[in-house]
């Protein structure tokens, strides 16, 4: 009899996590065509969750949470999408420069350097450096166009998707305590740990991802408006790439402003080399050394190889949002790994006292 019962309580249990799984699958295909969408929402609502909690005093938590969400639609997706359609616009510029850039003749000074190069450098160079700039060019456009493309092709389900960004920030403002209340029954370690796990988590990604992405945003714009204003085309795309640079731990925005401003000396143009070197070394250079200290004040830092990689492998995973994701993932990944090792480091003293 106690045998025959616990047969069928060990089958019952297998029936029931068999169950779960299945419902977990099943969860996972009706949500995946929102995933990303879902996924910026709980982005929003994690980085808005202040602006929340202080309309929430005063107007109630549904009232707050739409005022919340309609701010977001007016100051995040307003902008975003005036940029892509200024990047839409400018790429095809982008496409013809990149094309006509080897049938161009090399300035002079430029070529001498070239070739200089080309006879100390022991791989194989190409003799014109505008093939490589061209290939470079074409590389970056190849990359951004089509996913660009897309999306402004298909317009109804970048609305769609928008709507449904939107439609969950407002639940997830609204329900964030309950959202926050299972996610700390979801974690498998004691009270003080969940709740101490959960703070340092929302700090580390607030400060690192939010910090990074700021300083990266003016930082692109300053070198789009500086590239504007030395006569260069497509100052919006300049921008864009000096952003994505900026991301990149120790050389940042370098990659771009400073082979501009060697062109610039090289060619002749002096004044526009100085300009720019003066700009990117004293204005560019100095927002990542104000800013960030500003942004990071009271907060603890995340390693800038942690969100290089998170960048990376969070685009190459997830798309764009994976820019935002992929280092939060990892963030997020990292707590949890010390987590459980602090916790096994108290078991086994335990087991040992």
């Not at 025959?4 to 249990?13: A, K, M």
């Not at 204003?229 to 120790?250: E, T």
């Not at 070394?281 to 603890?300: E, H, W």
């Amino acid at each position: 009899m106690s045998a025959s019962r616990t047969g069928t309580e060990r089958f019952g249990q297998l029936l029931f996590y068999t169950v779960v799984l299945l419902i977990a699958y099943l969860a996972y295909r009706v949500t995946e065509p929102f995933l990303s969408s879902l996924a910026w929402a709980a982005i929003l609502a994690l980085s808005l969750q202040p602006v929340q909690s202080r309309l929430s005093t005063r107007f109630g938590n549904g009232r707050a949470a739409l005022a919340t969400t309609l701010l977001a639609a007016v100051v995040i997706v307003g902008p975003l999408a005036t940029l892509i359609s200024m990047l839409a616009a400018e790429l095809p510029t982008v496409m013809n420069f990149a094309q006509q850039l080897p049938s161009q003749a090399t300035p002079e000074r430029v070529q001498t350097v070239w070739d200089s190069v080309r006879e100390r450098v022991p791989v194989t160079l190409p003799q014109d450096p505008t093939q490589l700039l061209s290939q470079a060019a074409q590389t970056v456009v190849a990359f951004v166009a089509p996913r660009l493309g897309g999306a402004l092709a298909n317009l109804a389900s970048m609305l769609g998707s928008l709507f449904v960004t939107l439609f969950a920030l407002f639940f997830l403002l609204r329900d964030g305590e309950q959202v926050a209340d299972l996610v700390r029954r979801s974690l498998p370690f004691p009270p003080a740990e969940r709740e101490r796990l959960i703070s340092e988590a929302y700090n580390l990604v607030i400060a690192s991802v939010g910090a990074g992405l700021a300083v990266a945003a003016v930082q692109g714009a300053i070198g789009g408006i500086a590239f504007w204003a030395l006569g260069l085309g497509a100052p919006v795309v300049w921008s864009v790439v000096m952003a994505i640079c900026s991301l990149i731990p120790v050389v940042g925005a370098t990659l771009v402003w400073v082979p501009v401003a060697l062109w610039f000396a090289l060619s002749g143009d002096v004044v526009k080399a100085l300009v720019l070197t003066a700009i990117g070394a004293g204005v560019i250079g100095m927002v990542d050394n104000f800013l960030r200290p500003v942004l990071l004040s009271g907060r603890t830092s995340v390693n800038g190889l942690v969100v290089f990689i998170g960048l990376l492998g969070g685009t190459s995973a997830f798309g764009f949002v994976g820019l935002v994701l992929g280092p939060i993932v990892l963030v997020i990944a990292g707590m949890l790994l010390e987590a459980l090792t602090r916790r096994n480091d108290l078991v086994h003293r335990s087991m040992i006292e």
